[in-house]
């Protein structure tokens, strides 16, 4: 059983930075593909980044490319979200997620078998 907890979420003035992490316990992290994801009252998981086992490939939705980026530490267990130029809409709950198998899409909810409980993250104007 794969557990993964999100931490460093909290208020943010507009343009400010924050960094999330998840720490995993359990399994072999270092095989895992990692994802983050967001989602508001309403609306459903937005897909934000994914980082391969090794680190080495990220991929990222276009509402938060160039301001966002995935990265892990395997020695570590865990795997981080660096957020800057904040925006408002950046407003919402954040989750890692973790995929234990291939998936032709990384972006999906379904290609991952793991969640975390989720992180605040919020944006002031």
């Known amino acids: 059983q794969v557990q993964l907890v999100e931490s460093g979420g909290g208020l943010v003035q507009v343009g400010g930075s924050l960094r999330l992490s998840c720490a995993a316990s359990?399994?072999?992290?270092?095989?895992?593909?990692m994802g983050w994801f967001r989602q508001t009252p309403g609306k459903e998981r937005e897909f934000l980044a994914r980082?391969?086992?090794?680190?080495?490939?990220?991929y990222y939705a276009d509402s938060v490319n160039g301001r966002f980026t995935i990265s892990r530490d395997n020695a570590k267990n865990t795997v981080y979200l660096q957020m800057n130029s904040l925006k408002p809409e950046d407003t919402a709950v954040y989750s890692c997620?973790?995929?234990?198998?291939?998936?032709?899409?990384?972006?999906?909810?379904?290609?991952?078998?793991?969640w975390g409980q989720g992180t605040q993250v919020t944006v002031s104007s």
């Open positions: 997620a973790a995929s234990l198998r291939y998936s032709a899409r990384y972006s999906r909810e379904s290609a991952y078998d793991y």
């Open positions: 980082i391969i086992s090794s680190g080495g490939t990220t």
């Open positions: 359990g399994g072999t992290f270092s095989s895992y593909v």
